[in-house]
């Protein structure tokens, strides 16, 4: 795995996983009556999963957008060569 493999992963893992549960979890007390148990972070941990891995790894993906609209492909490279000729 490479390095940067791994920084994706932990992003997954911390910004993804972790905050989607606790995002979560806080709505649910909100909008519920539900007292805090296992079982509720359990149903929260569940259903925040597949949505981390969506945005995460999924949307994130340097390439995603580039193969959802081709097109963007060119701005993109003339946006980075400004930036390279400004650095």
Known sequence: ???RQKIRLLEFLIIGVVMGTVEDL???MFAT???FSWR???VVFLVALPFAFISEIV???PN???RIWPEI???AKEI???IDKAI
């Open 1 to 3: 795995m490479t390095h």
């Open 26 to 28: 806080i709505a649910v």
């Open 33 to 35: 009556d539900a007292q």
């Open 40 to 42: 509720i972070l359990i």
């Open 59 to 61: 949307v994130d993906h």
């Open 64 to 66: 995603f957008w580039k």
């Open 73 to 75: 492909k060119e701005e």
């Open 80 to 82: 980075e060569e400004k």
